[in-house]
């Protein structure tokens, strides 16, 4: 019997591209911004061509945009593909659900209950960081029990894509804990085993932060 999974070590480019879809979804490299070959691999203390393939795999992923005779540029998002994405991520998360209740909805719902409590105390202390980071963290943990390769890898991308919007996200609940008590009851009705009501509530809350995010009419999220 094989007691441990063999050890998956990720090659350069994929870890460079890690660090720049982290460092994009965090707003240190702002939407709109182009992306200097020379400058990044001197900062990240890496070759040219390792960093090359990083940026083409963002590209794919559709973080990066090559403007002929310009360069790469960070996509900057417009009302209709912020609501692209949320759908994508619907889709996602409740495909991802559907095959954590084939194995052990409550073991997950656990994992994501304590995500809950520190989304709880962050909003507490009104620390918007903090609750940013947990709801991702909730999220990621969600889609990665799936244990699907090809739903955690589109799904990392939709979460870059979702970080770029959240400092405009957070100004639009007026009530933090309205936003946790979103998140704990697609917990609970996990933990129920009720498929039925986790998608009306996931459809729900993507709904409610898509409404959120472009219900004020303003042409360029991103950046708001």
Do not use: W
Request: with cysteine.
């Amino acid at each position: 019997m094989q007691r441990f999974e063999p050890l998956v070590r990720e090659s350069t480019p994929a870890i460079i591209a890690g660090k720049l879809r982290t460092a994009i979804g965090l707003g240190q490299i702002p939407p709109g911004s182009q992306l200097g070959e020379a400058e990044l691999a001197k900062e990240l203390g890496v070759s040219r061509g390792p960093l090359r393939e990083a940026m083409q795999r963002l590209t794919q992923e559709g973080l990066l945009i090559s403007i002929r005779n310009r360069g790469l540029f960070v996509i900057t998002m417009t009302d209709e593909e912020v609501r692209d994405m949320y759908v994508a991520r619907t889709a996602v998360e409740r495909a991802a659900s559907e095959l954590i209740l084939q194995k052990d909805g409550k073991a997950v719902a656990a994992q994501l209950m304590q995500t809950v409590k520190a989304m709880k105390k962050a909003a507490e202390k009104a620390d918007m960081d903090a609750m940013s980071q947990a709801d991702m963290e909730y999220h990621a943990t969600l889609v990665a029990a799936a244990e699907s390769t090809r739903l955690t890898r589109m799904h990392n991308t939709l979460l870059t894509e979702t970080r770029m919007c959240l400092t405009a996200l957070e100004r639009k609940y007026p009530d933090p804990h309205a936003r946790v008590a979103e998140h704990q009851a697609m917990a609970e009705a996990l933990a129920d085993g009720d498929q039925e009501r986790v998608g009306k509530l996931l459809i729900s809350h993507m709904e409610d932060a898509l409404d959120r995010l472009t219900g004020n009419g303003d042409a360029d999220v991103a950046t708001a």
